[in-house]
């Protein structure tokens, strides 16, 4: 059944888009085995775009550990296709030293802090309000960090991406090779999930980089983090119950700590330098060798013992920030300070507007819920 669940939310979900793809099945029920990836054509060579790519026949190699064929492995790359644009949309987001400031934050968050982007969230939260309880108590996460990935990754379902997944990450295992070796891993995490999954490896779309589904997980991240949180027996990333499972999942596994802080902006006192000092996320210091050198926490310090030193270009300066054990965290969704500070902004944001229309007591709102704790559970619960 999970077979043919898949396949109707696959064929569902491109047909929604417009894709117009043929999600046939790779196994059906004459007899074709449905732990075959593809009926293989017999052939191992590679035809298509990627024929005499040297890359893919270490590739097709490298799948045999995994009691993939190398007939049926040439078969699904022969299919694919190479997407010249997927390169030059990774070449643009390469990373360029900065000379600032230059206002890259003040951009940046605008582009996630929208009036649109905090009323959705509390619409996404209010629809599933049952699910973001119930993944809070059991992973620790509250549900705003739950909410502005999905929002920051994909405005809560809306941008899931065209991009045939076979195809981005062919294109980026084979013909980019400043990040091959990552890529071959996601493509060969890929083709496992699809036969796992009995899902045809030409059917799910996402972004152009290969993630997918409402938290934009890459074919590792689902077979790592992935969870059935609505218990109908399938991981499926674009529903949001399992979306919101798996991502508070992915945070706990990552180190998410229940009832720390994410970060707090610091004050920078007269004298100190804050310039001087290496900032970034994957900084630590102690919260009071920062003191000592005339940084320290604005609000409620209370909490852990050491922090990054973030620094953010607001323009005509640059704002700093004190990072904790739950900011690092949120940044193994995204390797970017700025990302992981855009989700902590659209979370706060979009709690202070549940709180506004009495869904979230206020008094609870520093306090993450646990299942140890199950008598301060956050009530999601909107007034009228
Ligand atoms: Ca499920």
Same mark, same amino acid.
């Given at each position: 059944m999970l077979f043919f669940r898949l396949m109707v939310i696959l064929f569902g979900l491109t047909t929604l888009l417009g894709?117009?793809?043929?999600?046939? *099945?790779?196994? %059906?029920?004459?007899?074709?085995?449905?732990? +075959?990836l593809v009926p293989a054509s017999g052939s191992t060579r590679v035809d298509g775009d990627f024929a005499g790519y040297a890359a893919t026949s270490e590739f097709i190699q490298r799948m045999q550990r995994h009691g993939f064929s190398p007939s049926e492995v040439a078969t699904v790359l022969s299919g694919a296709k190479r997407e010249q644009w997927i390169i030059d949309a990774m070449n643009r987001q390469a990373p360029r030293p900065s000379t600032g400031p230059t206002g890259a934050w003040v951009r940046y968050r605008a582009k996630f802090l929208t009036e649109d982007n905090i009323a959705n969230g509390v619409r996404f939260w209010q629809r599933n309000e049952a699910a973001l309880e119930r993944a809070s108590a059991r992973y620790g996460v509250p549900p705003e960090y739950i909410v502005a990935i999905i929002g920051v990754e994909t405005r809560y379902g809306g941008y899931i991406g065209k991009t045939r997944i076979i195809d981005a990450l062919a294109t980026l295992a084979f013909?980019?090779? *400043?990040r091959a070796e990552y890529f071959t891993s996601e493509l060969e995490s890929f083709l496992i999930m699809a036969r796992d999954e009995g899902v %045809?490896?030409?059917g799910p779309r996402g972004s152009y980089a290969g993630a997918m589904g409402l938290g934009q997980f890459m074919p590792t991240s689902f077979r790592d983090y992935a969870v059935d949180f609505d218990g109908d027996g399938d991981r499926d990333l674009w529903s949001p119950v399992d979306a919101i499972g798996s991502v508070a999942n992915y945070f706990r596994s990552h180190g998410w700590r229940a009832g720390e802080p994410v970060a707090v902006r610091a004050r920078v006192e007269p004298g100190? %330098?804050?310039?001087?000092m290496k900032t970034g996320f994957d900084t630590r210091y102690g919260v009071r060798e920062l003191a000592g050198r005339g940084i320290t926490s604005t609000?409620?310090? +209370?909490?852990?013992s050491q922090a990054s030193l973030l620094r953010l270009d607001v323009g005509t300066s640059y704002e700093y920030w004190l990072g904790f054990n739950n900011f690092y965290t949120i940044t193994r969704y995204n390797h970017s300070t700025y990302y992981a500070m855009a989700v902590h902004h659209l979370a706060q944001a979009i709690r202070a507007r549940m709180a506004g229309a009495g869904g979230v007591r206020v008094s609870d709102a520093s306090r993450t819920p646990t299942e140890s704790d199950?008598? +301060? +559970?956050?009530?999601?619960r909107l007034a009228g």
């Amino acid at each position: 059944m999970l077979f043919f669940r898949l396949m109707v939310i696959l064929f569902g979900l491109t047909t929604l888009l417009g894709c117009g793809s043929t999600t046939s *099945r790779s196994g %059906d029920a004459a007899g074709v085995s449905s732990s +075959r990836l593809v009926p293989a054509s017999g052939s191992t060579r590679v035809d298509g775009d990627f024929a005499g790519y040297a890359a893919t026949s270490e590739f097709i190699q490298r799948m045999q550990r995994h009691g993939f064929s190398p007939s049926e492995v040439a078969t699904v790359l022969s299919g694919a296709k190479r997407e010249q644009w997927i390169i030059d949309a990774m070449n643009r987001q390469a990373p360029r030293p900065s000379t600032g400031p230059t206002g890259a934050w003040v951009r940046y968050r605008a582009k996630f802090l929208t009036e649109d982007n905090i009323a959705n969230g509390v619409r996404f939260w209010q629809r599933n309000e049952a699910a973001l309880e119930r993944a809070s108590a059991r992973y620790g996460v509250p549900p705003e960090y739950i909410v502005a990935i999905i929002g920051v990754e994909t405005r809560y379902g809306g941008y899931i991406g065209k991009t045939r997944i076979i195809d981005a990450l062919a294109t980026l295992a084979f013909a980019y090779p *400043r990040r091959a070796e990552y890529f071959t891993s996601e493509l060969e995490s890929f083709l496992i999930m699809a036969r796992d999954e009995g899902v %045809d490896p030409f059917g799910p779309r996402g972004s152009y980089a290969g993630a997918m589904g409402l938290g934009q997980f890459m074919p590792t991240s689902f077979r790592d983090y992935a969870v059935d949180f609505d218990g109908d027996g399938d991981r499926d990333l674009w529903s949001p119950v399992d979306a919101i499972g798996s991502v508070a999942n992915y945070f706990r596994s990552h180190g998410w700590r229940a009832g720390e802080p994410v970060a707090v902006r610091a004050r920078v006192e007269p004298g100190a %330098d804050p310039g001087s000092m290496k900032t970034g996320f994957d900084t630590r210091y102690g919260v009071r060798e920062l003191a000592g050198r005339g940084i320290t926490s604005t609000g409620t310090p +209370r909490g852990p013992s050491q922090a990054s030193l973030l620094r953010l270009d607001v323009g005509t300066s640059y704002e700093y920030w004190l990072g904790f054990n739950n900011f690092y965290t949120i940044t193994r969704y995204n390797h970017s300070t700025y990302y992981a500070m855009a989700v902590h902004h659209l979370a706060q944001a979009i709690r202070a507007r549940m709180a506004g229309a009495g869904g979230v007591r206020v008094s609870d709102a520093s306090r993450t819920p646990t299942e140890s704790d199950p008598g +301060r +559970r956050v009530s999601l619960r909107l007034a009228g």
